[in-house]
Nanobody, 122 residues
């Protein structure tokens, strides 16, 4: 069982930055691939970024490539999402997720955090 808690969301002006963090419980954190997804009102959950258990491989969605990056610290059981040059269309609830498979498909993830709201004003 893995419990995930996101933090770092908030209100920011367009062009600004936020850093989301996800803290995981459990002693097997490095066994899990970690992903960040987001969901805006009235829209489906969307893949943002993911990272392998070792942190050696990452992938970023085309919609945020060049602006967002993902990293993890297995000693601290955390995974972060650095978001730069934010745009109003980045407004959404952001979720971190843990799964045994490195995938951009949200059904492949077994554990989810409660989400953190990111609002970007124009």
């Amino acid at each position: 069982q893995v419990q995930l808690v996101e933090s770092g969301g908030g209100l920011v002006q367009a062009g600004g930055s936020l850093r989301l963090s996800c803290a995981a419980s459990g002693r097997t954190f490095s066994s899990y691939a970690m992903g960040w997804f987001r969901q805006a009102p009235g829209k489906e959950r969307e893949f943002v970024a993911h990272i392998t258990g070792s942190g050696g491989r990452t992938a970023i969605s085309d919609s945020v490539k060049g602006r967002f990056s993902i990293s993890r610290d297995n000693a601290k059981n955390t995974v972060d999402l650095q978001m730069n040059s934010l745009k109003p269309e980045d407004t959404a609830v952001y979720y971190c997720a843990a799964g045994l498979y490195y995938s951009s498909s949200y059904p492949r993830y077994d554990y989810w955090g409660q989400g953190t709201q990111v609002t970007v004003s124009s």
